[in-house]
């Protein structure tokens, strides 16, 4: 069946740093949405792309869709405490159902 | 591993009808599942949090006794939509949490809810 691979499963950063989850799809996606999850929380909503090709940016957040519309990242500029959790991918198919990726927990090191 | 499916995937009813959506994990047990709506681009807003051989816990604001979710089995939850009416229209996910951590969670394809 029709799968979305998220990696890494675990990034330990030191605050500052970068970090970058990449999410890859055996099928073309309809669209791909991104989800933050607090230690504790539910999943929030922070963005959704639909087209090919596609770069947003929502302040040290950028996401971008890839152009054949199966692969998706997430990458964070300067890391900071409040940016801990697990990031989420979802995809949207034909039928729109999600397909979830299997979530990058980020980890901030002391 | 730690595949979670929803069935129906999409359900077309009239109004005053009842649904059943039904969630399972199928490659592992599921201590809590939760249940989840979205509406579109919006965060999924926790409906309840459902415990193997126990009462659901239901978050403010969501009625019991019009969603009702009952977790028979540590593979299988149900969440059952009564008397639905169109403003129950929406997106309705599930999740299944592995016991070794409440924080990793797997989540279904959802289900999509129209009534008529």
Same mark, same amino acid.
């Given at each position: 069946?029709?799968?979305?691979?998220?990696?890494?499963?675990? %990034?330990?950063?030191? /605050?500052? /740093?970068? *970090?970058?989850?990449?999410?890859?799809?055996?099928?073309?996606?309809?669209?791909?949405?991104?989800?933050? %999850?607090?230690?504790?929380?539910?999943?929030? *909503?922070? &963005? %959704?792309?639909?087209?090919?090709? /596609?770069?947003?940016? %929502?302040?040290?957040?950028?996401?971008? *869709?890839? /152009?054949?519309?199966?692969?998706?990242?997430?990458? &964070?500029?300067?890391?900071?405490?409040?940016?801990?959790?697990?990031? *989420?991918?979802?995809?949207?198919?034909?039928?729109?159902?999600?397909?979830?990726?299997?979530?990058?927990?980020?980890? &901030?090191?002391? | 591993?730690?595949?979670? #499916?929803?069935? +129906?995937? !999409?359900?077309?009813?009239?109004?005053?009808?009842?649904?059943?959506?039904?969630?399972? #994990?199928?490659?592992?047990?599921?201590?809590?599942?939760? !249940?989840?709506?979205?509406?579109?681009?919006?965060?999924?807003?926790?409906?309840?949090?459902?415990?193997?051989? #126990?009462?659901?816990?239901?978050?403010?604001?969501?009625?019991?006794?019009?969603? =009702?979710?009952?977790?028979?089995?540590?593979? =299988?939850?149900?969440?059952?939509?009564? #008397? @639905?009416? +169109?403003?129950?229209?929406?997106?309705?996910?599930?999740? @299944?949490?592995?016991?070794?951590? @409440?924080?990793?969670?797997?989540?279904? +394809?959802?289900?999509?809810?129209?009534?008529?």
């Amino acid at each position: 069946g029709q799968q979305v691979m998220q990696i890494p499963q675990y %990034q330990h950063v030191q /605050e500052g /740093e970068d *970090f970058t989850t990449y999410c890859n799809s055996s099928t073309t996606l309809s669209n791909i949405q991104w989800y933050k %999850q607090r230690p504790g929380g539910h999943p929030v *909503f922070l &963005i %959704q792309l639909v087209k090919s090709g /596609e770069v947003k940016k %929502q302040k040290r957040l950028t996401f971008q *869709f890839g /152009e054949a519309k199966k692969n998706s990242s997430l990458h &964070i500029t300067a890391t900071q405490t409040t940016d801990v959790g697990t990031y *989420f991918c979802a995809g949207g198919d034909s039928n729109y159902q999600l397909i979830w990726g299997a979530g990058t927990k980020l980890i &901030i090191k002391p | 591993g730690a595949v979670v #499916s929803q069935h +129906p995937s !999409w359900v077309i009813c009239k109004s005053g009808t009842s649904v059943k959506i039904e969630c399972r #994990s199928l490659d592992f047990q599921a201590t809590t599942m939760f !249940w989840y709506r979205q509406f579109p681009k919006q965060s999924l807003m926790l409906m309840a949090t459902s415990n193997e051989g #126990s009462k659901a816990t239901y978050e403010q604001g969501v009625e019991k006794d019009k969603f =009702l979710i009952n977790h028979a089995s540590l593979t =299988l939850s149900t969440l059952t939509v009564t #008397s @639905a009416h +169109p403003e129950d229209s929406s997106f309705y996910i599930c999740s @299944a949490a592995i016991p070794r951590g @409440a924080d990793t969670q797997y989540f279904g +394809p959802g289900t999509r809810l129209t009534v008529l």
